[in-house]
């Protein structure tokens, strides 16, 4: 199946370069899988292009959005079933922002923990930038040979991306 790349790029978002860097550097370090793997920076970068995309769309919290980004699967200890994940990373975010590594309010810290802790569990809801989030991650199934589902998705863009990304592989198909 021919799948439509996002290409991955730290300059895009709201968290400064520099700021990101440092960031990434910590999460490359702690990382226990292959950092450029399927849950790994590619991924991330992706996730944060298009929750870029869908926070101007719908006035989600782009920063909140931009950090779930690079730390949602942070905690993953594998590439498959691993239910926890979201629960360590969420519980990461809170040791980050502690350490002064995550510049947020207390209000976006406790809506950034909440969609990570969350992001891997079906039918749990919540704000827009909860959805933005979440539909951010989803429509990149893709990368594991998956289309993203409309219907597994929250909001209006984040439906309008997945029929285009739909569109594109039959296009080439
Ligand atoms: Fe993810």
Redesign the pocket.
Known sequence: MHYPEVAGNRKIGVIPMLHKDYLLGILQSQFKLDFYGI?GLP??ER?AERGEALSRLTGANPKVVEYFAYL??SKRQNDDHDPEHGLRASRYCRSLYDDGVIDLTPTELDQLCNAVRL?NLRHVTGDITFQVCIDS?RL?IGRVGKMPSPERLFTMPGKAMAMRLQAEVALHE
């Open positions: 849950h991924h991330w996730v949602h699967d992001h991650d990149d």
